[in-house]
C-alpha cells in the first residue's frame, strides 16, 4: 500500500530568493554559496524567506522547541502564527542561514547576529539575523529590509496637505532646526528619508554627518561625510571642518553630541543656515524636551532655533477593497470631538459571519471568500498618523523651565497645536483606518 503524500510546506509553494552573502571578495562568497548549497536547508531558507516576502512580512520569528519550530510573521506590525516546521526541516534551514551569515551554526546557545543580501527578481532585500539560546530552545529573529524605500511622498505615508504645506514651509527655512522623531521600531529612518526628499535639495547645499560603521542610504543631492572608523575624526572634528565650506543644511541622522551641536547651532543661528536630525521618541512634545534637555550647554539655543517637531505613530491602512462603512451614532462623534453633520461615514475592517451563518437564500452553505487584495485581514499595509509641533514664544520659553509634558501641551495648545490624539481621529475620519486599530496602536507601551 502506497504511502500517502507529504502535505505541500510553505516554503515549497515559491521561487526561492537569491542569497547575496555580505562577503567582499566575489571568489569567497561562490564558495560560501557552494558550500551552503549542498545541505537540504539551503532550498528549505530560500524558499521560506521568498514566502515571508511575497507575503509582506518586515519580521519573521522562528522558536525552536524540542519537538518544532514555530514561524510567525508580522505583517503591517502584527503578529501572525503559520504552520510550524518539523524539528529537523527547521534545523536545516538555520544551519544554512547561520552559514550564509557568517555565524556558527553549531552554536544554538550564544547571542549571535549577522547579515545577508537577499534579491528576488530586481528587488533587494537586507536580512539581518538575531539568535540565541533560551531555556526552551533557541529563538531566531530575522528583519527583512527592503533596500528601496517604498514611499516617494509623505502623503503616501498618510500626511495631511494642510500639515505638509507647513513642514514645508520649515524645511526650507533659514536660521532654523527641524527634529523628526518616532517611537522605536516604528518606521524612523522611512520617514526621515521621505522627508529629507521633500526639502528643496537643488538650490541648497546638504551635508550629512555619518558613522563609519553604519552608513546611511543614499539620498539624491545630499552628501555624505564620515567620522569615526579609520577616518580619526570625531563628530566635532568632522563639524568644524566642514561648515568652513558654509553649507545650508547640516543633517545629523544620530543626534549631535553636546560640542558638535554647539559648533552647529552657532553656525546656522550667525549664518543663517539650518539643521536637520532625528531621534527616538513618543511624541512631538516628547522629543522636543529631550532635544533641549539633553543639550544642556546649548539649551536656549536648541529651544529658541527649534522650528519645526515631528512625530508618528504607525497603524494599519484598512483595505480599499473591502472596508465597510457604518453610520456612527452621535455620541460616539461627540466622544471624538467631531463636530454633528461633518463625517457622514466611518469605517471599519469587513468581519465575515461565523462560517454556520454563511448560508445562501435557501440556507445552503455559502462560504464567503476572503477578499483577495488583504487575503481577508482586513487591513493593506500602513500608515502614519503624523504630529508636528511648531513651537510658539511661549512654549520656547517654557521648555527651558519645566520638563512638564502635560503643562507644555497644554501651552502648544494655547498656540494652536493639534496633538497625536487629535491627528489620530482626523485619520479615522478620513476614512484611511478605523477606531479598533486606532485603540491598538494607542494601548501599546
Not at 538575531?130 to 516617494?152: D, H, M, N, Y
Not at 509623505?154 to 522623531?181: H, P, Q, W, Y
Not at 532655533?305 to 465597510?324: E, I, P, S
Not at 478620513?430 to 496602536?441: C, I, M, N, Q, Y
Request: neutral net charge.
Amino acid at each position: 500500500m502506497a504511502e500517502p503524500e507529504a502535505p505541500i510546506q510553505l516554503w515549497q509553494t515559491v521561487a526561492p530568493v537569491e542569497f547575496v552573502p555580505k562577503v567582499s571578495d566575489r571568489n569567497e562568497a561562490q564558495a560560501l554559496l557552494i558550500s551552503t548549497r549542498q545541505g537540504t536547508g539551503y532550498h528549505i531558507a530560500g524558499g521560506q524567506l521568498a514566502h515571508a516576502i511575497q507575503s509582506r512580512a518586515t519580521h519573521v520569528l522562528m522558536d525552536f522547541s524540542q519537538a518544532a519550530c514555530a514561524i510567525r510573521y508580522q505583517i503591517d506590525g502584527n503578529w501572525e502564527q503559520l504552520p510550524p516546521l518539523d524539528r529537523e526541516t527547521g534545523d536545516a534551514m538555520l544551519y544554512a542561514l547561520k552559514q550564509l551569515c557568517l555565524l556558527n551554526p553549531a552554536d544554538r546557545r550564544s547571542a549571535q547576529s549577522g547579515k545577508l543580501g537577499l534579491k528576488v527578481a530586481k528587488e533587494k532585500f537586507t536580512l539581518s539575523l538575531q539568535s540565541q539560546g533560551v531555556p526552551t530552545g533557541e529563538r531566531v529573529l530575522a528583519r527583512i529590509e527592503s533596500e528601496k524605500i517604498p514611499f516617494e511622498k509623505l502623503a503616501d505615508l498618510g500626511m495631511r496637505d494642510k500639515m505638509f504645506a507647513t513642514l514645508k514651509e520649515k524645511l526650507d527655512s533659514s536660521g532654523n532646526m527641524v527634529l523628526i522623531t518616532a517611537p522605536k521600531g516604528e518606521g524612523l529612518t522611512t520617514t526621515w528619508v521621505v522627508t529629507v526628499n521633500a526639502a528643496d535639495r537643488l538650490i541648497r547645499d546638504f551635508q550629512s554627518f555619518e558613522e563609519k560603521s553604519r552608513p546611511e542610504p543614499d539620498i539624491i543631492n545630499v552628501n555624505p561625510n564620515f567620522y569615526g572608523g579609520d577616518t580619526g575624526l570625531t563628530m566635532s572634528d568632522l563639524v568644524s571642518k566642514l561648515i568652513l565650506r558654509e553649507p545650508d543644511v547640516l543633517m545629523f541622522p544620530d543626534l549631535p553630541d553636546e560640542k558638535s551641536l554647539a559648533i552647529a547651532a552657532h553656525h546656522v543661528e550667525n549664518t543663517e543656515k539650518s539643521l536637520m536630525t532625528r531621534m527616538n521618541a513618543s511624541s512631538a512634545m516628547e522629543g522636543y524636551v529631550q532635544f533641549v534637555s539633553k543639550h544642556k550647554d546649548s539649551s536656549k539655543e536648541v529651544a529658541k532655533l527649534t522650528n519645526a517637531v515631528l512625530c508618528q505613530r504607525l497603524a494599519r491602512r484598512l483595505c480599499d477593497n473591502c472596508k465597510v462603512g457604518f453610520e456612527p451614532p452621535p455620541q460616539l462623534l461627540a466622544q471624538l470631538g467631531i463636530p454633528p453633520g461633518r463625517v457622514a461615514l466611518l469605517f471599519q475592517p469587513f468581519v465575515p459571519p461565523p462560517i454556520e451563518q454563511q448560508v445562501d437564500e435557501q440556507g445552503r452553505p455559502a462560504p464567503i471568500t476572503p477578499c483577495h487584495v488583504c487575503e481577508g485581514r482586513g487591513y493593506l499595509g500602513r500608515i502614519a498618523i503624523f504630529e508636528l509641533l511648531v513651537p510658539g514664544e511661549q512654549l520656547k520659553s517654557a521648555v527651558l523651565k519645566t520638563r512638564d509634558i502635560g503643562q507644555l501641551n497644554k501651552i502648544a495648545k494655547a498656540e494652536g497645536h493639534r496633538g497625536m490624539q487629535a491627528e489620530a481621529v482626523l485619520t479615522v475620519a478620513r476614512g484611511l483606518t478605523s477606531l479598533d486599530e486606532l485603540k491598538r496602536v494607542f494601548a501599546k507601551r
